[in-house]
């Protein structure tokens, strides 16, 4: 079902005008929005070096400041790539009614048509996606840093624990469209592993340069694709009362 969804979601951005005019629109904001976060995360750094450098003696600091500043260029180009895939994947989440109407659309004419999320609720879930896979990413910090020492740890872990976040959520805000929240929750549970699976190739695509730019695209549509099939195979959890 995964490799039918993510085919059926490539041909459609391949072939679609309305569907890349989607994705024209997502990329550009995700390109302003990390220009600027790149902006302020840099002078925030130096803001930080501005004073004495902790834990530094005073008679050393002159010759310690140039690798300090380095270090945190470093820091930001890191910190920056971790985020990158977070700040694409929020800023698409505000299209997703949009991308998710047109795959409707095209796939499933003869469906009910999914209700619409408000633009305010829309941007909420972005922002707060966005916040928690940066977050989560930036704690991980350490532990990637540490499983560099540990040959395909550090990206194991950014793949599983992405992987699991970007099912989680796509599959809830697709299915929202169509049922309580209580149902897509216990339907997402119900079928967790696929979901997982899901989330893990969206998650691989988020690290190859340039796929990454359509990845939140496809994930979107590829979940409306996954969810179809799982309603189609009476998968989905309409009864939470027991």
């Known amino acids: 079902m995964i490799a039918a969804a993510l085919g059926k979601a490539i041909e459609q951005l391949m072939t679609d005008k309305a569907m890349r005019r989607v994705f024209w629109k997502a990329l550009l904001l995700s390109i302003i929005a990390y220009i600027a976060s790149g902006i302020i995360a840099y002078f925030l750094a130096q ?6 450098i902790p834990f ?9 400041r140039p690798f300090a500043e380095g270090a945190a260029v470093a820091v930001v180009i890191v910190l920056m790539g971790l985020v990158f895939p977070a700040i694409v994947t929020g800023i698409s989440g505000v299209f997703l009614d949009e991308v998710a109407g047109l795959v409707e659309r095209k796939y499933y004419p003869e469906d009910p048509p999914g209700r619409e999320l408000p633009f305010q609720k ?9 916040a ?7 704690l991980l ?12 740890l550090g990206i194991a872990l950014y793949y ?3 992987g699991y976040f970007l099912g989680r959520e796509y599959f809830e805000t697709v299915a929202l469209r169509h049922i309580p929240l209580d149902q897509a929750v216990a339907s997402r549970r119900a079928n967790g592993m696929r979901l997982f699976l899901t989330g893990i190739v969206i998650a691989f ?33 309409t009864d939470t009362s027991m």
């Not at 803001?47 to 004495?52: A, K, R, T, V």
């Not at 910090?141 to 395909?152: A, E, K, N, T």
């Open 47 to 52: 803001y930080f070096l501005q004073g004495d």
């Open 56 to 64: 530094v003696p005073g008679f050393a600091e002159d010759w310690i």
């Open 122 to 130: 829309a941007l909420m879930y972005s922002l707060k996606f966005m």
């Open 132 to 138: 928690l896979v940066i977050a989560i990413n930036i």
């Open 141 to 152: 910090l350490p532990v990637y840093v540490v499983s560099l020492f540990i040959v395909g």
């Open 160 to 162: 599983l624990v992405n």
């Open 205 to 237: 695509a988020l690290t190859i340069p340039i796929v990454n730019l359509i990845s939140p695209i496809l994930g979107i549509a590829t979940l409306v694709h996954i969810y179809k099939g799982l309603g189609r195979q009476g998968r989905l959890v």
